[in-house]
Structures are given as structure tokens and as C-alpha cells.
């Protein structure tokens, strides 16, 4: 089940990523290419939060409007933190509905589990009721907590134009007047509020499968060990 899971996530994230090739051109295609290559080299992953590094204590909206206190939930047991771009974003909403589907396997593992992104709380109520979340989906306001781990970043002048062309208007949808983005993450905290392990990958086709998250809370030192032969280490774990 869980080798089925995780590449229905990616079968599904890469035969977008050709369908959309296909439909922009080359052209597009490698502005993108290139602008994620410049992202990767720019230094920020030199700055990210890594395993080790505390939660900062921050209380983000969910979307209905009301603080939820990210330490608080981290106190009563692990915390899994998925960072998103935007309900706007083709990649992200397969990947809020993956976990949605192992949703109750979070809940045996004792973790909370809180999707993050740095839109309103509106349209974050949009994304969730179109995704059927049954987890909290909570706004980033003014990109705090993306700034706190280090992932957050301004958009290039060519993205920017080419997200206009396209009908993004970010510094709408988040509210703060800013071209600007998270990186898609994913945090593992350890009970209490420490960074269990962080996935960070510049590249927002790539996403971390619920499927490896479980995996990672198998081995913190509540859980029973994994089998070697299910331990697993993608690309962008940090």
C-alpha cells in the first residue's frame, strides 16, 4: 500500500508536469526549468531549518479565521507541517488530497497534521473544501513562519510576469501586496517542538509523499523501528 501511495502521488505530479510542457511550449518551459535552477543556486537552502531547529511559536489563522498555536499542537504529540502555494497551483492541491487519504494513518501514528500556506483565510477555505480537508489548513499571514524557516522567497521578473500572464495574482490572493512564494515543504516535529526532519526542494514539482512522512514518524523515539527495507531518503530531505 504504501509503495502504491507514493507513486500515485508522483505519477499523478509528473504526468501534469508533461500535459502542462506540452500545452505552453518549450519556451515556457525552460524559463521555468531555468528559473528553479537559479532558485536552487541562490543560497537559500543554505538558510532553511533543519532537523534540530525548534518550531517557532507562532499562531497562524485556520480558515475560518480563528489562531491555532503551532507549539501547542507540537506539546501534544508530532507535528506534520506541509507548506503549499496556493489552491491556484496544479501541484499543490494533488498533494493536499494525498494526504488527506492517509489522513488516519497520521492520526495512528499520534500526529497532528496541518497544511500551511500564505494565502487569506478565504481562499484558504476555498482550497480546502475543494480538496475535501479534513485537517486544518492554516494562513501564513505576511509569510511569518515561511520567513522563521528560512524558505520563503521573492518571485524573479520573469515569473512574476509570467504568473500575471496567467491570472496569479499573488499579492491578492495573499493578502500582503508581495510577489512572493514559500518553497513546498515538508516539517516532521518531534513531540515537544524540535524538527524531527525537513524535506525542502526548490523544485515545486517535487513533493514529499505522505508515504515517506510516515515513515519518518515510525523512527522517532516513540515509535517502533522501522525495517530497513522500508526506510526511504528522497531527493530534498535535508
Given amino acids: 500500500m504504501t509503495a502504491q501511495t507514493h507513486a500515485s502521488l508522483k505519477t499523478e505530479l509528473d504526468a501534469f508536469r508533461e500535459g502542462w510542457t506540452r500545452r505552453v511550449g518549450a519556451e515556457t518551459a525552460t524559463l521555468v526549468a531555468q528559473d528553479i535552477e537559479n532558485l536552487r543556486q541562490s543560497g537559500l537552502l543554505d538558510r532553511v531549518a533543519r532537523a534540530g ?5 507562532l499562531r497562524l ?17 508530532p507535528l506534520v507541517i506541509v507548506f503549499y502555494r496556493g489552491g491556484w497551483c496544479p501541484y499543490c492541491n494533488p498533494e493536499l488530497r494525498s494526504y488527506q487519504k ?4 497520521f492520526a495512528s501514528r499520534g500526529a497532528t497534521l496541518v497544511a500551511v500556506s500564505p494565502e487569506t483565510p478565504d481562499d484558504t477555505l476555498d482550497t480546502a473544501e475543494k480538496n475535501g480537508l479534513a485537517f486544518p489548513a492554516l494562513s501564513d499571514v505576511a ?3 515561511a520567513d522563521a524557516l528560512g524558505i520563503r522567497f521573492r518571485l524573479s521578473p520573469e515569473i512574476e510576469a509570467l504568473y500575471r500572464q496567467f491570472g496569479h495574482d499573488l499579492p ?20 515537544g517542538g524540535t524538527i524531527a526532519a525537513a524535506f525542502v526542494d526548490p523544485d515545486y514539482r517535487h513533493r514529499f509523499d505522505p508515504a515517506d512522512a510516515l515513515a519518518v514518524l515510525a523512527q522517532l523515539p516513540s515509535a517502533a523501528p522501522l525495517q530497513s527495507d522500508e526506510i526511504r531518503r528522497p531527493h530534498g530531505f535535508r
Fill in 143 to 145: 509569510g511569518r513562519l
Fill in 61 to 77: 489563522p485556520n480558515a475560518a479565521g480563528d489562531p491555532v498555536d503551532l507549539r501547542a499542537l507540537a506539546e501534544s504529540g
Fill in 102 to 105: 492517509r489522513l488516519a494513518d
Fill in 53 to 57: 531547529s525548534p518550531i517557532p511559536a
Fill in 172 to 191: 491578492a490572493r495573499n493578502g500582503d501586496g508581495e510577489w512572493s512564494l514559500p518553497v513546498p515543504a515538508t516539517f516532521v516535529v518531534e513531540r
